[in-house]
Structures are given as C-alpha cells and as structure tokens.
C-alpha cells in the first residue's frame, strides 16, 4: 500500500514537469473555441512545434500568471478583452512584442501603442432591435438609448460581463465620468427587466416581446442565425443589426478584440513569436473568420458570408488600452446607478 | 500512538491549513472592514441576496427532502424502491447545469413556452415573462440541492425506530401529530446538518448565479477580485464568508451536542409501518421533486444530445470522459484512504491532533472552490520561492490536493458514522488478543466499515465528477474534464453543444448513487 501511494505520488510530480523539450509552446488562454484548436493543430503539422494549452478565465489566468512569477511556464497569453491585457501588461506580466512579428497588414487602430500586445480578432457590441416594433430611424448611438422614447424598452445583460465593462469604459474615455453616469442611469431607467442572463437571452426576450432594443456582441447574433433550433434561428430573424455612432460626427462602434500578448518570462520565446506571427497570417486570419462570426484584424481579410450582411462599419478609433484602464471607474458607474 | 502517525496526522492539516494561511498572510495589507464601509449599497444588496437565495433554497429542499422521506418510510406502495432511488438522482446534475438547462428551458424559445404557444396559445402569453430571477433560481437550486435533507431524513426515520412511534399511536396520535410531535422534533439535528449541506452548496455558488444575475457575496468575491482589482478587500470578504460560516457550523454542532437522542438499536421503521397508501397527495410530494430535479432536466439534455448527435466528436468525448473518471477515482481513493487512517487514529487513540483535523476538514468546504485554488497557487509559489524549487502549479499533484481540502468533509460523514457505531469492546478484544495496529486496521476496521468507505468513495467521486472552479484554474496544460468542456461551452452560449458532456457526467453519477443506494440498502 505504502508503495502505491509513493509511486502515485511520484508520477503526479512528474507529470507536470514532463515539459523539458524545446519544440513547445505554452499557452494561458481565455480563448476555447473550436477554431483555436484547428490553429493550433495546423500550426503544429507547420512547425513541428507542440502547443499546451491552459484555457479559463482571463482573471484567473492573470492571478496565475502573478502568483507564478519567474516559475511561470507560460509563453503567451490570450484574452478576449483589450481591457485584460492592458491589465496584465500594467502588473508587468507581459514583455515588449518583438520587433520579428510582422503587423503591416493590421488595421492600425487595433494595435497597443505600448506595444505589449496584438490583435487577433475583433467584434463588435452593437445594437439589435425588433423588426416588428423598432424603424431603424429611431435609432442612432449609444448615447441616444438614453433618450425617454425608449422607456421600458431596452434590455442588456448584467454589470458584472466584461463586455459590458469594455464599454462602459469606452463611454468614460470618450464622454468623462459624469457623462458616462448620467448615460447609464439613464440606460437604467429605460430598462424592460434587471440585467441578466447572456447575449443571446437578450435577442430572445426581444422575440418574445419583453422589450425592443437590445446591446449584444455582434458574434451572438451570427450563432442565433446558424443554430439547429428554429425557435432560435427565428429569434435571430426577428431583429435587425444596427452599429451605433456611425454618423460623420459620431466616433464608430464600439469593438473590443481577442488579443494575445508574450509573457514576461516566456521560456520558448522564440516558438512564440513563431505562433504569433501564424494567427496573423492571412491564412489563420481566414480560417478564423470562416469558423467563427468574428472580424479579421487583418486589412484584406473579409467578415464570413452572415457577418458580411450586416455591412461595412466605422469602429471607434478609441486606444483599447482605456478599456482596462477605466475598468475601475466602469463598475463604479454600473453600482452607484444600479445597472446591477 | 508512535511518532510516525502523529506525523502523518500534522501532515495532513498541514495540508489543510498552509494555503488558507498563505492567502491570508500574503495579503496582510487588507483591511476588509473599510472596503465594506466605503460601498455598503453593495453590501448591504448583496448580503440581502445571499440571505433570501438561502431562504427559498432552504424552503424547498426541506419541502420536497422531508416529506418525501416521510412517506417513503412509512408506506409501501409500488415503485416504492425506484422512487426512493430516484429521489436522491438530482445529486447526479451540477447546478451550473441545472441553472443553464432551466434557463433554456424556461426562455421563449424553450421547449415550455414553445408548447404552450402551439397548443395552449390562450394561456401562453401569461408564461411569457421573466424566469430569470431570484425566486426562480432559489427554486431551481432547491430542486437540486434537496436530496441531501431527503437522504438525512430517511436515515434519521430508519434510526427512530418503532417503540416511539408506537407508543405516540397508543397515546392517541394520527399519523400527522406523529410526524409533527414526535419523528420531526427526533430527527431535528440530522435535518440540520443537512440543511447546513445545503446553505454550503448555495453560499460556494457561481455560475448559477452568474447566469441569472443575482449578486450574491460569492459574486461580490469575485467581482472585487478580479474587476476591482483589490484582492486584499477580496480576501478580507473570503474571510468574513469563512468566519460565518464556521459560525453556522459550529452552533449546527453545538445544538447537535446538546440533543442526544437515544435511538433503539436494530428497530427500523421501514419494516414494521408498513401501510398502503390511501392518498394521491403522498405520490404527488414524491413525483414533483424528482420531475423537477431530475427527468426534466435530464429530457432536455437527452433531446439535445440526440439533436446534435452528429457533430459530436466521439473519441474527443471519449478521452474527456477517461480524464475525468481517471481523475476523480484516483483522487477520492487518496481522500478515502487518508480518511480511513485519521479516523481510525481519532477512534483508537483519541488524540487532540486527529480532533484538531476533525473540525479543519471541514474549512475546505466553507470556501468558495476558486478562491481555495487561488490560495493553492499561492502557496505553491510560495514554496516555490522559499523551499525547493519545484513548482507544483499546474500539476495533477496541486489539484488533487484542491480536491483533497475541499472534498474532505463529503467522505468523511459516512465513515465516522461507521466507525462511531462499533463497540469499543471489539478493538479491545481485538488487542487483548495481540492484533497490532496494522492487523487491527486490516483485520477488523477495514471488514466491519468496507461499505462506509466504498459509500464515503463513491461520494467523493460524484462531486469530483461535477467539479469545475479549482479544476479550470489549476489543471495541467492540455487537460481537459468533462465538466470544464461543459463549462466552456456554456459560457459562449452553445449549452446544447455541451449536452453530450453533461450527459455522461450525469449518467456516470446517477450510477455511483445507484451503488451507494444498493449497498446502504443491503
């Protein structure tokens, strides 16, 4: 018995200390769709280079990453939030991007002016109203949502969705603290019902009737429209794509990426600038787009056919970095306005 | 007792005790208190929360635990044994699982209001509102969280026994002032532990929560940490959570001391009241719990399987299924095993250190799951630093160990309940009759409680089954579990992508429980 245990033991040490060769790549991920792991598996029949993947909150990942220090075996980190990445960039958890890594052909705005992270992908948060109830010229920005015509009316998810976060910081950077409060209390008031449930429970109340406007990600909408349900693919019918702030006045849609950054103290750093200089790669920037409804940071790589029906939109040139740096202020807004 | 068992004995609350020690210290800067006053909206809000998400869940789980329990062991009645098996299958559905299934069921285009728009369109448009909120989840998680009252109840009713209820009935009373003035005032302590289980479960929940957007002090937890950024306030609120708790727990301790109740030995009510059943209203208590925790759930995730049948990737499901009951057996067979020896220590020697572990085997429990993997990592680190330089984040070594504070007080019941009903003599005689301690261990503890400890295995196994927090945070690189590919699904809201996962988990569960029932029965 004594020798059973020792030997389980033993091999539970082991087993994660087995990663010595030299051909890997460690990933800390938020990132867990299935297109990540098409990536990465035709990354590794490229390069011969093996990925490792840890994949959970980006957080979490963050606090790992702070608690591990100089032990940590991680090489890159993934998040789908500007916001996160400024974040682990600000607790000195991510290096310098290298200057091998191509990044010519990504759409400018996209790129960290501190030059701690990448691009990978981008949505848009956008707005979705009833074909029934809403004309498309009512609508207008964010800020208009605001507005008393819209009482009773407007349903979104709750404070505590980072999604919601990122913009929230988006409207402090852009229209100051007290712009932002007032904005939201006035969200607050118009709502149809509490924040609450995900993006996709936003456009089924609006099927339903629950309410006519809602804030969602642009990627919900493509997986309502694609779903084996026809209950779901007739929720996703029923409403219509809007991208707020698109006058010549206004700033652009609000957008947020998937991003990755190198970690501080990434021991295949090379393996990882090889990896990232992939995902950039027009032909991982198509394979992205094709498996999922998201956009290509890559200049000439065109949205997927369901997404390309939306249109073409102007994005809010806003440096991202502000989405984590106002994070703070946004969940101030959110608890003393009551945006639960 | 020899040096060597006093040492695995520190060892093991050691164990216990050095990550919550290093979550504390390292962030001794924190100074809870204030964050609390600077935002008391917050708190005041989401303490309301917690206490009314507790209220309803605690209601319902004692509705549809006791009563059914009640009628279970008095009655006979066909099915008698399906239905006091499927009474305890809600415990086979994570609640993050039960969350995200009613959630879908209850919604627009779920498979309820669905029906009642193609068949009964007069009444659908009073259904159609809101399911998301509090009141709902209580309930939901009511459903799923009951058997624990269920099982406590049965197992306090079989130990009655019939000289009390018989004497009740000599003196006049009908089966209602029975229950009410007698079995019910008796079984009183085991229905409290139980519903001390529960108040556990709803206080370490997240994703449910999460989903339905009820702000809990879990959430809050969570919300500080990791939006707010402030982890001393965080911690000082894991604290505040824990010290509550350890207050709840030992008054559930004190009162349960202060009640001993005698119960007559080998007198079981279930063989000796035996009456027919008259009434339609103890079938329907029996049949809405199981309805509601178990098969409509389990009809949504098997509609949902066979819809998607196609696009499962089968030797994926297959690997996932291997990692998780690899995982969780060789895990709860450690738990079990450090169990049988601390037990078998407290029970012979009585020392203050097996005391000591006794009550610190339940900290673990009293955590919210990733704020103990948190910790761990921490602590690991930590080592890391100052002692050798192994770094034990990321391997199945720091999980297990996660797996080992937190699951501890799940095996530990059932076997010290076994060892608590063996005569002292046995061990004497044992002894006097010159059986070392090993012998002792082999001879007689392993023989008389094997089935403690494969009930007290098979526990374990099932929540380590539906374990999602500390797993997702601390598992090695390429490792995934069932629950955490249910989990990842989940939260980009494909729940009926996740079906298949969820499906095995609950058949494997539903399985163990099956055994447990089998053996606990003979």
């Known amino acids: ?340 | 007792m020899k040096i060597g068992g006093k040492l695995v004995l520190g060892l093991a609350i050691l164990l216990i005790v050095l990550p919550i020690l290093s979550l504390i210290l390292y962030n001794l800067e924190v100074n809870p208190i204030s964050t609390i006053l600077n935002k008391p909206n917050v708190f005041i809000d989401s303490g309301y929360n917690t206490f009314y998400l507790l209220i309803i869940t605690v209601f319902i789980s004692i509705i549809f635990g006791l009563f059914p329990a009640w009628f279970v062991s008095l009655y006979s009645f066909k099915f008698k044994y399906l239905v006091d098996f499927l009474l305890y299958l809600p415990l086979a559905i994570p609640t993050y699982i039960m969350a995200f299934s009613y959630g879908e069921i209850l919604s627009y285009t779920g498979p309820f209001q669905l029906f009642l728009r193609n068949y009964i369109p007069a009444l659908s448009p009073f259904f159609n509102m809101d399911y998301l909120t509090i009141e709902v989840l209580g309930c939901v998680l009511g459903f799923s969280l009951f058997p624990y009252v269920y099982a406590a109840s049965r197992i306090s009713f079989t130990l009655i026994g019939q000289s009390y209820i018989h004497l009740s009935k000599m003196l006049g009373l009908n089966t209602l002032s029975t229950f009410f003035k007698v079995v019910l005032p008796l079984s009183t302590p085991a229905i409290l532990s139980a519903v001390f289980l529960v108040c556990m479960e709803v206080l370490n929940e997240y994703g449910a929560t999460k989903y339905f957007g009820v702000n809990t002090f879990t959430t809050e937890i969570f919300k500080t940490w990791y939006s707010l950024n402030d982890i001393g306030a965080a911690v000082g609120l894991s604290v505040v959570l824990l010290i509550t708790v350890m207050t709840l727990y030992i008054f559930e301790h004190m009162y349960n001391a202060k009640t001993k109740i005698n119960y007559k030995e080998n007198t079981q009510l279930d063989f000796t009241f035996k009456k027919k059943i008259t009434s339609t209203k103890p079938i329907l208590f029996c049949i809405i719990p199981i309805l509601f925790g178990f098969v409509f759930p389990f009809i949504f995730i098997v509609n949902n399987v066979i819809e998607n049948i196609l696009i499962f990737n089968f030797i994926d499901t297959l690997i996932l299924a291997f990692n998780s009951i690899s995982l969780s057996l060789l895990a709860s067979l450690l738990i079990v095993l450090v169990l049988f020896y601390v037990l078998f220590v407290d029970k012979e020697y009585k020392t203050r250190a097996s005391k000591t572990l006794n009550i610190f085997s339940s900290i673990g429990y009293a955590l919210p799951g990733a704020v103990l993997a948190l910790s761990l990592i921490i602590m690991s680190s930590q080592i890391k630093n100052n002692v050798i330089s192994v770094s034990l984040t990321g391997t199945y070594f720091l999980l297990i160990h996660a797996y080992f504070i937190r699951f501890m007080a799940v095996g530990k019941s059932p076997i010290k309940s076994s060892f608590d009903k063996m005569p002292d003599n046995l061990s004497e005689s044992a002894k006097n009759l010159g059986l070392g301690n090993l012998g002792l261990a082999k001879k007689l503890y392993l023989p008389l409680n094997k089935f403690a400890l494969l009930t007290a295995f098979l526990l374990c196994f099932v929540d380590l089954m539906k374990e999602l927090p500390m797993t997702l945070i601390l598992r090695p690189f390429n490792f995934d579990t069932l629950a955490t590919k249910t989990y990842e699904f989940a939260v980009e809201e494909m729940v009926d992508l996740s079906s298949i996962y969820s499906l095995i988990i609950i058949l494997v569960c539903s399985a163990s429980l099956f055994i447990v029932k089998k053996i606990n029965h003979n």
């Open chain 1, 1 to 340: 018995m004594k020798n059973t245990i020792l030997y389980i033991t033993i091999i539970c040490l082991l087993s994660g200390c087995n990663n010595k060769q030299s051909d890997i790549v460690n990933l800390y991920t938020q990132r867990h769709y299935k297109v990540d792991e098409i990536q990465y598996k035709n990354f590794e029949k490229l390069t011969g280079i093996k990925v490792n993947v840890v994949k959970s909150n980006a957080d979490e990942l963050i606090e790992r990453l702070r608690n591990e220090g100089e032990n940590s075996k991680a090489d890159i980190f993934i998040s789908v939030d500007a916001g996160k990445l400024q974040k682990a960039a600000s607790m000195g958890l991510l290096q310098n991007i290298s200057d091998d890594i191509q990044t010519g052909n990504i759409i400018n705005t996209l790129l960290d002016v501190n030059d701690f992270w990448l691009p990978l992908t981008y949505r848009a948060r956008i707005l979705v109203y009833s074909n029934d109830r809403v004309d498309v010229s009512e609508l207008d920005s964010y800020e208009s949502l605001s507005d008393e015509k819209w009482k009773n009316r407007i349903l979104v998810r709750s404070s505590s969705n980072a999604y919601n976060q990122a913009l929230m910081a988006s409207m402090i950077a852009n229209n100051g603290y007290e712009g932002a409060k007032k904005w939201s209390k006035g969200i607050v008031e118009n709502l149809a019902r509490s924040p609450k449930g995900n993006d996709r429970d936003q456009v089924k109340a609006i099927y339903s009737g629950l309410g006519d406007v809602a804030i969602v990600n642009s990627y919900y909408i493509g997986l309502l429209l694609s779903s084996e349900k026809e209950e779901e693919r007739k929720a996703g019918e029923a409403v219509s794509v809007f991208f707020p702030n698109q006058a010549e006045n206004q700033r652009g849609t609000h957008i947020n990426i998937s991003g990755m950054g190198i970690a501080k103290n990434a021991p295949n750093l090379e393996n990882a600038i090889t990896l990232m200089n992939y995902l950039l790669s027009e032909e991982a920037q198509n394979t992205y787009v094709k498996n999922s409804y998201e956009y290509s940071v890559n200049k000439s790589v065109k949205p997927s056919e369901i997404v390309q029906k939306w249109g073409d939109f102007r994005i809010d040139s806003l440096d991202l970095n502000n989405l984590g740096v106002y994070r703070e202020d946004a969940i101030e807004v959110f608890e003393t306005t009551g945006w639960k």
